[in-house]
């Protein structure tokens, strides 16, 4: 069973910085490209940056110049530097990867449980 766990996530006062990181559990092969999401009340679900398996970024425009998302192969994790934090960051963030290979096989489409990010003014 493949499982991306979340952590890193807090509460911060606005202009501060937080990084999130997602570890990927188990015995792995490979992971594909990679992403973090964020989904406000009442608003649409927002995909804030995504990384390819060789390293390839891109962002929202929401977040661009003050998010970094990274990763590292050897640990089977992503990170999201988050920088210059504002109130409108305030939601729960995911990972997702579009797949994973392990023994077991292909898993598509994992995500992570989420993990919570407040900005206070």
């Known amino acids: 069973q493949v499982q991306l766990v979340e952590s890193g996530g807090g509460l911060v006062q606005a202009g501060g910085s937080l990084r999130l990181s997602c570890a990927a559990s188990g015995s792995i092969f490979s992971i594909d490209d990679m992403a973090w999401y964020r989904q406000a009340p009442g608003k649409q679900r927002e995909l804030v940056a995504t990384?390819?398996?060789?390293?390839?970024?891109n962002y929202a425009d929401s977040v661009k110049g003050r998010f970094t998302i990274s990763r590292d192969n050897a640990k089977n994790t992503v990170y999201l530097q988050m920088n210059s934090l504002i109130p409108e960051d305030t939601t729960v963030y995911h990972c997702?990867?579009?797949?994973?290979?392990?023994?077991?096989?292909?898993?598509?489409?994992?995500w992570g449980q989420g993990i919570l990010v407040t900005v206070s003014s």
């Open positions: 997702n990867t579009h797949g994973v290979l392990t023994p077991a096989g292909l898993y598509r489409e994992v």
């Open positions: 990384i390819t398996s060789g390293g390839s970024t």
